[in-house]
């Protein structure tokens, strides 16, 4: 199907205004806040509603199968042009991103509330919904890669929020090191790392969209996905395959896959507002989204070019990275890098699925999957981190073993994480069982050989999911209160619910959490034939007729793994019946334990094989050959070439002297400046040339005369 | 129609008066300068508003035309330049003054007073005839008439540095001079064997096949060499760091990114339009020569803590980018090399003026190891060098973004086309090593503007309107270029596109 260029109507002016107002409110935020603080806080929060109420206007027409595109000029001399493409899986994941982040807004306003330079704080929190809205929403890689970068830039500015480096907003245990390498990173460090990693694989996605360009000739998805001739071009070249995982470099960066999923664990040094934001709704969603739009266009131009290679690597990188992170989660401390790494882990499975959709007969089977899997853990990950923000202030610790027994004390809270937690861990009716369950049912029925091991390591990880998840819950709220607490309370500090602008957010996230949950297959329909009417239009991709289908070995699997992980959480965390500790006293375990909590020595190779080197041969270099060699070599050739600077006077004189005498004047006078510059008379000489050189110019435009 | 003769010439023939009126009223000058900088700047802006090559001509006998054209290679440096030099002027403002009040801080009161305004009026005397020197070269239409203005551009410059400098003043003043003007001289030898064999200096008019085919590379090659040591590429760059890092600072701002990306554009003008087989003959090398500059340069700024060390070396792998899209074979890359010198005139220039913003508000500091936490103290500063930072990281919504992608697609465009490793792998590697310039630059960020505040630094306040004004509207229009890219696009393309492939 082509497009024609449409008008500019409302109808397609409201896809460019959900980017294009939070990123303009963003702007004004600096001079809003000129009328006051209260004035310039509800400004911003008003700005996200306002985008989220027009990408809510989106819904019915996208719902009913509606693709709106919308071009304008934009590099005429290339015939690059900008645009808005919203189709139906566009306008979901525009809500999805808008309405979270409203709620994370609203939050923000308790949370931030004793907060200093606020202003900074709700400019970047606009200018990432803007940006997140601005990949979402365009038509073509170029314009989808301004938000990109900005998404990478905000969550710099925001991680590093806390950019006085005070050494309560490190993150990470001080003085644990690995190989000598430090953990605890200050929130600037964690801001730094975050961009450059994200960086890296930016750079993966430049290398490969640029010979996509250059073979192809446009960005456009559209006509990507029309003029499939660019995918034999690049098959007849070897390319095709390493284009499309290079472009998927740019999702390992963004989303923190392995193996660029070092920054995210650090990244909790930002406020948790912020964690939410970029959990939940924005940034690491990004590279899923990306997969979203990648994955459909090389599916379609690339079949029968061997392109499943190319969804081999995005389905490996998602399975093992949601195994990796999830073994990670089941040892940190800190209740936000629970949620870091298992936010990791859970991109891990919608990369799974993005994967598996070409993989298997039908490639809205995973797509719908991943993409299911990304709409309940948005809300259930925005829940569980703004219920984690309320925690850490409420206890002024991060550390859970600081925590315990809060399930009186702040029992909305409670209730809201363990129902976000449940849908996690994938309980029965909760929004994860079925997502999950998707994934499985898709993984399953891949027909390569990777089917098996790939339903290994996502089986293997619905265990260990479980098992963290009702960690989490045990360790923070049952039991009985941590001696840190006991302290607080001796010192008159008593815990108690967090304020409604607060709990409010993350109890409508936890609620929609079991809506979900209880509607699963339906709503699962539901997102197939939107999911469905994107690829049919705009990808030229058959989708098969299809409603909800249980997969009863997957089912089986993670009711399995649910109750095999969840046990030994309830003995040791909930119950308490059993001493956690004991087991990694000694042995296997505890190698096992040391193992996982120094993240699989992953972040320490990273810093002594790319950090410091960089550093230290800058430094070597510098010092050997710039300063040893080059500068030293410098110093011969400056006097060698006076001697040839005497030449060149000659040369200089000789020619210049050919057609205009003053100039010669001119030369003497520079040289005698150049000995006589310290002696104060340069003024005098320097106004001479200068004279010289205007009686040149003038003697020249006497002689020649205007020829036009 | 004058324009461009004005807009040339004004300057010169007005910069004695300037000096005679800094000797009588000091500041006045300055804001006289400006005032003919924005003249002229409007000059040029009113014969590029059509948006057709313009040119003026005046006959030059017996060496030829004597013209000057603003075409779609020349008015993107013609603009920028004068840009920077009108945005520069109102820095020079407060800032020299501070400056020539530290170097004469020594004298007698009623000395003090005279030498501080002649000293004024020399340094924008000076100024207005480097900043001629600028745009004559990029504007010339002959050979040695470029060679005369290129010449031109570097004496005035050498005595700013002697005279208004820091630190060995005299010494890397005159290195300055021996190194660029060693290059200038291999590239006069170029341009003398160009014009002698073919008959002809008006550019337009030399042909590169009536030239004997045996010297052709020779020619093409001492014409790369000369300007690269201009554009500082590896192993010509030593001089770059000591001049850069010691002029004073509006100078920087001007030698560093305008200046030496001239060598850019006369490579395009001379390599390019007048040599093109030459050109592909030598191509590969010298993008192999431009990926060495970038990442050596990008190695050096990392191990620097003067911070006009710092961003100079940066320059240094900033015109290894320049020189590498230079190099693609690909229209898309020359180019997108064509946008960075735009692009690393906005940035850097705001980069060095905010280096001087913090020489002029923390007592001369420039050991970033002295600094941190300047973030919530300078914050108009901070924005601006964050956008400067950022364009020269190729991050949009910058114009660095814009210009770095345009480069390598070039180069991946030469590799697909080929199809031969090498043409990949540096592509690739170069593409790679931008990740070493956004590791200087947000570490320098958070060494300069995050962390703790020295207890020095305590009382550090924003600077005066006359540095933050410049600075702001320089960071306004690399985000807008940015962001609409075509202000530069629908200059370069169609031209370059017209005499190379992708």
Redesign the interface.
């Known amino acids: 199907m082509t497009y024609e260029a449409a008008q500019l109507t409302f109808e397609t002016l409201t896809p460019w205004l959900v980017w294009f107002i939070p990123m303009l409110g963003a702007i004004l935020t600096p001079l809003i806040a000129k009328a006051g603080d209260k004035a310039r806080n509800y400004f911003a929060v008003a700005v996200s509603l306002l985008s989220a109420l027009l990408a809510a206007s989106m819904l019915p027409a996208a719902l009913g199968g509606n693709v709106i595109h919308h071009q304008v000029e934009w590099i005429p001399a290339l015939k690059i042009t900008a645009g808005v493409l919203a189709d139906p899986i566009a306008v979901l994941m525009a809500n999805i991103v808008a309405w979270i982040s409203f709620l994370i807004m609203v939050y923000s306003i308790g949370y931030m509330k004793d907060e200093t330079s606020l202003t900074r704080y709700w400019f970047f929190m606009n200018f990432f919904i803007g940006n997140m809205q601005l990949i979402v929403l365009s038509d073509n890689f170029l314009q989808l890669f301004f938000g990109w970068e900005g998404v990478g830039l905000c969550s710099y500015g925001l991680i590093g929020f806390w950019n006085r480096d005070e050494e309560k907003h490190w993150v990470g245990t001080p003085g644990h090191t690995v190989w000598g390498v430090p953990q605890a990173y200050s929130p600037t460090h964690a801001g730094m790392k975050a961009f450059i990693t994200t960086r890296i694989g930016d750079i993966s996605f430049l290398i490969g969209l640029l010979i996509l360009y250059s073979v192809a000739g446009t960005f456009d998805f559209i006509h990507l996905a029309e003029n499939k001739q660019w995918a034999s071009s690049l098959a007849a070249m070897g390319l095709l395959i390493p284009v499309g995982v290079l472009i998927f470099g740019g999702a390992i960066g963004k989303s923190a896959q392995f193996p660029l999923h070092e920054w995210l664990p650090d990244a909790m040094a930002g406020p948790t507002a912020v964690s939410a934001l970029i959990h939940a709704a924005t940034m690491v969603k990004a590279g899923v989204f990306l997969m979203a739009r990648a994955g459909p266009i090389f599916y379609s131009a690339g079949s029968g070019l061997g392109v499943t290679g190319f969804f081999e690597a995005i389905a490996w990188i998602g399975a093992f990275t949601a195994f990796l992170a999830a073994t990670q989660a089941m040892v940190a401390k800190e209740v936000k890098k629970v949620l870091a790494y298992s936010t990791v882990s859970q991109i891990g499975y919608m990369m799974l699925g993005m994967g598996v959709a070409g993989l298997v007969a039908d490639f809205a089977t995973g797509y719908v999957a991943g993409f299911f899997h990304l709409t309940s853990h948005a809300i259930f990950k925005a829940a569980m981190f703004m219920g984690a923000g309320a925690l850490i202030h409420a206890t002024e610790t991060k550390y859970m073993n600081e925590m315990g027994g809060l399930r009186k004390s702040m029992r909305i809270t409670y209730i809201s994480m363990l129902l976000a937690a449940a849908g996690l861990a994938g309980v029965p009716l909760f929004s994860g069982f079925w997502s999950k369950d998707a994934i499985l049912g898709a993984t399953l029925s891949v027909n390569t050989p990777s089917a098996v091991p790939l339903t290994i390591l996502a089986s293997a990880t619905v265990f260990i999911t479980a098992f963290y998840s009702f960690r989490m819950i045990g360790m923070i709220f049952h039991g009985e209160p941590s001696h840190h607490l006991e302290k607080l309370e001796e010192h008159g500090h008593h815990i108690h619910e967090a304020p409604r602008v607060m709990w409010l957010p993350y109890a409508i996230l936890a609620v929609a959490t079991v809506a979900i949950g209880l509607t699963g297959p339906f709503f699962e329909g539901a997102l197939h034939s939107i999911a469905g009417s994107s690829l049919e239009k705009v990808f030229e991709l058959h989708v098969e007729e299809e409603g909800f289908k249980l997969n009863f070995v997957a089912l089986g699997i993670s009711i399995a793994g649910l109750g095999v992980g969840a046990f030994p959480a309830y003995r040791y965390y909930i119950a308490r019946t059993a001493d956690p500790s004991s087991l990694v006293s000694g042995g296997f375990l505890a190698a096992l334990y040391r193992f996982l909590e120094n993240r699989w020595y992953i972040n320490a190779l990273y810093y002594k094989v790319f950090v410091y080197p960089s550093v230290t041969i800058g430094r070597g270099l510098f010092k050997v050959f710039e300063t040893g060699v080059i500068d030293r070599l410098s110093g011969a050739a400056a006097s060698s070439s006076i001697a040839v600077s005497s030449v060149g006077n000659w040369i200089d004189v000789n020619i210049i002297d050919w057609f205009a005498n003053g100039t010669a004047a001119a030369g003497t006078v520079m040289s005698r400046t150049a000995r006589r510059i310290q002696s104060g008379v340069t003024e005098q000489y320097v106004f001479i040339f200068v004279i010289g050189i205007i009686i040149v110019i003038l003697a020249v435009l006497a002689l020649g005369s205007e020829m036009n | 129609m004058?324009n461009l003769l004005q807009a040339v010439?004004l300057p010169?023939?007005l910069?004695?008066l300037i000096?005679y009126i800094g000797r009588r009223s000091g500041k006045a000058a300055g804001w006289l300068s400006f005032a003919v900088m924005v003249y002229s700047t409007l000059m040029l802006l009113i014969v590029t508003l059509p948006g057709a090559t313009y040119?003026?001509?005046?006959?030059?006998?017996?060496?030829g035309?004597?013209g000057l054209k603003a075409d779609g290679l020349s008015i993107p440096f013609a603009l920028t330049i004068y840009l920077l030099c009108t945005a520069l002027t109102i820095y020079s403002i407060p800032y020299m003054s501070h400056r020539i009040e530290e170097q004469t801080e020594h004298l007698s009161s009623e000395a003090r007073e005279q030498t501080f305004k002649?000293?004024l009026?020399?340094y924008y005397?000076?100024y207005l005839?480097y900043a001629s020197g600028m745009l004559g070269t990029v504007l010339a239409t002959n050979l040695?008439q470029f060679y005369?203005f290129f010449?031109?551009m570097l004496?005035p410059s050498?005595?700013l540095i002697?005279?208004f400098g820091y630190g060995d003043r005299?010494r890397i003043?005159?290195?300055y001079?021996?190194?660029t003007?060693?290059g200038a001289?291999i590239l006069?030898a170029g341009i003398?064997t160009i014009g002698l064999t073919t008959g002809q200096f008006n550019i337009e008019a030399i042909r590169e096949s009536s030239m004997p085919e045996g010297i052709r590379v020779w020619v093409a090659a001492a014409v790369t060499i000369g300007l690269a040591v201009k554009l500082a590429a590896f192993?010509l760059?030593?001089?770059l760091p000591y001049a850069h890092a010691e002029a004073p600072t509006p100078i920087s701002a001007l030698l560093s990114p305008a200046m030496i990306g001239i060598g850019g554009y006369a490579l395009i003008r001379i390599l390019i339009f007048i040599l093109p087989s030459s050109y592909h003959t030598i191509a590969l090398a010298v993008a192999i020569w431009g990926l060495i500059t970038m990442i050596?340069g990008?190695?050096?700024?990392?191990?620097?803590d003067d911070i006009k060390r710092l961003l100079a070396y940066s320059s240094v792998s900033q015109m290894g980018y320049i020189i590498f899209g230079i190099a693609s074979a690909a229209s898309?890359g020359v180019s997108g090399a064509v946008f960075h010198f735009v692009t690393h005139g906005t940035g850097k220039a705001i980069l060095f003026m905010t280096a001087g913003t913090i020489i002029l508000q923390a007592h001369g500091i420039r050991s970033i190891s002295k600094m941190g936490?300047l973030?919530?103290k300078l914050p108009l500063t901070t924005t601006a060098a964050m956008i400067g930072f950022?364009a020269i990281m190729g991050?949009?919504?910058t114009n660095g973004?814009q210009s770095e992608?345009m480069i390598?697609?070039g180069s991946?465009?030469t590799?697909?086309?080929i199809?031969a490793p090498i043409y990949y792998a540096i592509?690739?590697t170069a593409?790679?090593s931008?990740?070493?310039t956004?590791?200087?630059a947000?570490?320098t960020v958070?060494r300069i503007?995050?962390?703790?505040?020295p207890e020095e630094l305590k009382d550090v306040k924003e600077a005066s309107p006359t540095v933050t004004i410049p600075l702001l509207f320089l960071a306004t229009v690399t985000l807008i270029l940015g962001i609409l890219?075509?202000y530069v696009?629908?200059w370069?393309?169609?031209l370059v596109?017209s005499i190379l492939p992708?």
């Open positions: 004058t010439f010169i023939v910069s004695p000096y040119i003026e001509q005046y006959s030059w006998n017996p060496i035309i004597f002649s000293k009026g020399l005397m000076l005839l040695i005369i010449e031109l004496i050498f005595i002697a005279e005299g003043s005159f290195m001079f021996l190194w003007h060693v001289l006069l003398l192993g760059h030593i001089w050596y990008g190695l050096m700024a990392f191990a620097q898309m936490g973030g919530s950022l991050v949009p919504p973004f992608w390598f697609s991946l465009a590799a697909t086309k199809g592509a690739v593409l790679a931008t990740a070493l956004a590791g200087y947000l570490w958070k503007f995050f962390g703790s505040l890219p075509s696009t629908d370069i393309i169609p596109s992708g």
